[in-house]
Structures are given as structure tokens and as C-alpha cells.
């Protein structure tokens, strides 16, 4: 017991001794000079018992020749960029810092002094140098580098001539990420030391490559109607509304509005006035002839046996296609649509060649061996009825008509198909209710008097 106390005592006694040096040691450099205090560092650079003057000369030596040797490479694939730290005024504030640095131990009474001094000879300190450089060139470099990276995604396009595809290449879509990069570049810059950075860009990838388009070969389906080409007006919408519909590429999945590819039927896009169903009854109006287009393309869609979305028949019979094979649109509430219910994707092409308007569906035909059938069977015929209205304005004998009479149909359509001759679906296409309209003829009635004509009067010959 009696040596545990004595080696105890003999730790105090160490302990207190050297407390005593230390602060002897801090009270003689608090006395000794301006010279920077024990274990202070700045940038990991020791600087202690170094004057102010003799600091920054050290770290000027050793900083400014690494600044001079520092670059950052910015690399993208196989381009290269330098950024220079002397090119943007890289400098420390070395000064300043120093001033931190000496001010430990050097400020305030001697009993202030002497305490920092202790404090310091303990535990190390290490002053960072900030460093001030011109951001300008980086943001031109950077302006610089996006002009050269920075590309628009481009899709693979298609393009039939009416008798062969031509199709072009897709290109990935590239943008730099600017300030990820500039935060990437301001980071690095603090380390001084020679360092590659692989840029930051983002990719689009195309959504239709060329290779997607390599299998368009095939025809899908195909159908034609014909039209009065000597219906000027009424020739041009057909003919506008083909061009509108013509050269779509349809991917897999995708569904094809006619109303959304035409778009609106106005004058400033080449529309005519010419004769539409209204309430019943074919009256003028911009577009007449456009239902012929959709309709024509609704039956080629039939034949490729393409998923139908959404299709309305007419509330009157036509004359260029049979019952139940036809599909009105209007404004943008009465729609074709059709779903690409293939594995690939198909292209609609439509053409007007004389008085016909034609659409062929091209894709790849996933089943040579199968065939399809459009069959209409008519549920209900609905005769009208005919007014005469008796019209003694009108001569005995002449009849006109006020009013054109339609008969109404109710026709239920199917598409049948068949794989090597033998029936694999029947697919039920629906109702088509046609209106009857009953009309109307006027009869006249008048009694038109007969002319007398006098005999001649007759000469005598001798006269």
C-alpha cells in the first residue's frame, strides 16, 4: 500500500512538472518573438515557429508550383477538354490566412497569450486557405464543350414512294448536364492536383430505331373507293385529307386517330366547302369528303385485321362503300381509331390516283397463311315513306323533288378469319343503324291551257 502511494505521488509529481514546463516553454515563446506558435499548420503545411513573412514564402513556394502544374482533363467518349488553373487566376489567400495562423497565442493579454500557446502545444491546429478564381472561362469552357455534345434525338423515319421504302438511320439524343459538371469542376478545383473528370451528359435513346423499320415489307391490307373527280371541291378535301393521313408509322401498342392525324378541317389548311351529312340531310360545309378518306382507310384497316378502338357508320347510306363498312368522323367527338395490335410496327400509306382514294397498311405479316373476310348482313330494311304535296304552281306533269328519301337499314358486320382455307375467328364489328328518311315530291297540278293557232291565211296564186 504503502508504494502504491509513493508511485502515485510520484505521477502528480511528473504531471505537475511537466504542466509547470509547459508553461514555462509557452510564457518564453509568448516572449520570445513573432514567430507563428507550435503545431499549427495551414493546408497541412506546418508553419510553426516561422515569421509571417517566412509563412508565406513557404506556402507560396509550395502552393504556387503546384497551382502552375494543376490542370482537371474533362473527357467525353473520345474528346478531350483542359482547364488550367493559372488560365482562371487560381490564387490562395495566403495572407490572410497567415494572419489567422500567428494571431494564436499573439492577441489579447499575456494570460491570453500564454493560454492559447498551451492549447496549441496540445492539440494541433490546421488553417484551410480559401481560393479565389475567375468562374468566367469555366462557364464558357462548359458553353463551349454543350455546343459540341448537345445533339437532338432522331428517330428512324420510313418513307414509301409507291414502289419501294426508303428508311433512315436514329441518332441519340445528348445534353450536357451543365451544372452537375460545374459543380463537379468547383469541387475538384480545391484539390490542386492534375485529375480527369468524365463530363456528366444525359442520353435520350430514340424510340424508333432502324432496325424496328428493316421488317416494314409486307402488305397488311389494302382498299380503294372510287369518287366524281368532277367535284372539284370535294376532290380537293379527299385528296388534302389523304396527304394528312398518308406516311405513319403506327408502333406496336400505338392507337391511330384520324381525327388527331388530320386535324382540324379548315380553310387555312386547304379545305373546301362541299356537301356533309347534317341532321339527315347532305348540305354544304368545309371538309365534305373526308368521311370518304376515313372510311377507305377504316376497310383497309379491316383487312390487315388491325383491333378496331372506335368507329360510328353514318346516319346515311353512301354510295362508295357497302353497309356497314363505313366510319364517319366529326370535329373531334366522332372518331376512327384502330389499335396495332401486331409485334411490329406498320406504316399507312394512302394515295389519290385519278377518281379513286386508296390506303395500304405495310407491316410484317406475322401469318402468310391467313386471310380475312368482311361479311354485312342486313338485320332490317326500313322503306320510306313518300309525301306528294299537290302544287298548282306547278304544270300538270311535272313532279319535283323537295325532299330526297333514304331508306333505313339496321346491318350487323363481321370479319371472319381464315388460316389455309379454314375459319380460326369471327370477329363481331358491330351494328350499323342508317335512318330512314322519309320524303318528299311535289305534283303539279295547274292545267296549262292549249295555244290555238290560226290557220294561215290562203293567197290567191293569182296575186
Not at 47 to 74: C, P
Not at 111 to 126: C, D, F, G, S, V
Not at 194 to 222: F, H, N, R, Y
Request: glycine share 8%; proline share 4%.
Amino acid at each position: 500500500m504503502k508504494g502504491y502511494k509513493l508511485s502515485i505521488s510520484g505521477v502528480v509529481i511528473v504531471i505537475i512538472f511537466l504542466i509547470a514546463a509547459i508553461i514555462v516553454a509557452s510564457g518564453v515563446a509568448v516572449l520570445s518573438g513573432e514567430v507563428i506558435r507550435s503545431n499549427i499548420s495551414i493546408n497541412g503545411i506546418d508553419v510553426s515557429g516561422l515569421s509571417k513573412d517566412a509563412a508565406e514564402n513557404r506556402l507560396k513556394g509550395i502552393l504556387e508550383d503546384k497551382i502552375k502544374d494543376s490542370f482537371i482533363s474533362l473527357k467525353f467518349e473520345n474528346k478531350e477538354w483542359k482547364i488550367n488553373y493559372n488560365n482562371l487566376g487560381y490564387a490562395y489567400n495566403i495572407e490572410e490566412t497567415v494572419d489567422k495562423a500567428y494571431s494564436v497565442g499573439h492577441t489579447g493579454d499575456i494570460l491570453r497569450q500564454m493560454i492559447e500557446t498551451i492549447r496549441a502545444k496540445l492539440t494541433p491546429q490546421n488553417f484551410e486557405l480559401e481560393a479565389n478564381y475567375n468562374k468566367e472561362p469555366i462557364n464558357k469552357l462548359l458553353a463551349d464543350i454543350a455546343k459540341e455534345i448537345d445533339q437532338e434525338v432522331v428517330d428512324a423515319t420510313i418513307k414509301y414512294n409507291g414502289t419501294s421504302f426508303s428508311v433512315t438511320d436514329e441518332r441519340i439524343g445528348r445534353k450536357l448536364a451543365a451544372e452537375n459538371a460545374a459543380s463537379l469542376i468547383t469541387e475538384q478545383l480545391h484539390k490542386v492536383e492534375v485529375a480527369v473528370l468524365e463530363l456528366p451528359v444525359d442520353i435520350t435513346q430514340p424510340i424508333v430505331k432502324k432496325s424496328d423499320l428493316a421488317v416494314i415489307k409486307d402488305t397488311l391490307g389494302e382498299f380503294s373507293t372510287k369518287f366524281n373527280a368532277g367535284d372539284v371541291d370535294r376532290s380537293t378535301n379527299i385528296k388534302v385529307a389523304t396527304n394528312s393521313a398518308n406516311n405513319v408509322l403506327v408502333r406496336p401498342g400505338e392507337v391511330y386517330s384520324v381525327n388527331e392525324t388530320l386535324g382540324p378541317r379548315l380553310a387555312k389548311f386547304g379545305y373546301k366547302d362541299a356537301k356533309v351529312i347534317i341532321n339527315n340531310e347532305l348540305v354544304p360545309g368545309i371538309g365534305g369528303g373526308v368521311c370518304q378518306v376515313s372510311s377507305t382507310l377504316y376497310n383497309a384497316v379491316l383487312m390487315s385485321n388491325l383491333k378496331i378502338i372506335e368507329r360510328k357508320n353514318h346516319s346515311l347510306t353512301l354510295s362508295y362503300v357497302g353497309l356497314g363498312r363505313d366510319a364517319t368522323i366529326s370535329g373531334d367527338y366522332i372518331d376512327f381509331k384502330f389499335m396495332n395490335n401486331t409485334n411490329y410496327p406498320i406504316y399507312i400509306y394512302g394515295e389519290v390516283k385519278g377518281s379513286y382514294v386508296k390506303f395500304t397498311v405495310f407491316g410484317k405479316n406475322e401469318h402468310p397463311g391467313r386471310t380475312v373476310k368482311i361479311t354485312s348482313e342486313t338485320l332490317k330494311t326500313i322503306p320510306p315513306a313518300i309525301s306528294i304535296i299537290e302544287d298548282p304552281t306547278l304544270p300538270v306533269g311535272t313532279t319535283i323533288e323537295e325532299k330526297k328519301a333514304h331508306t333505313g337499314y339496321i346491318v350487323k358486320t363481321q370479319r371472319i378469319v381464315f388460316e389455309n382455307g379454314k375459319e380460326i375467328l369471327r370477329d363481331d364489328l358491330g351494328t350499323s343503324n342508317y335512318r330512314v328518311v322519309n320524303g318528299v315530291k311535289r305534283v303539279g297540278t295547274k292545267v296549262i291551257a292549249p295555244v290555238v293557232v290560226p290557220p294561215e291565211e290562203v293567197l290567191d296564186p293569182q296575186l
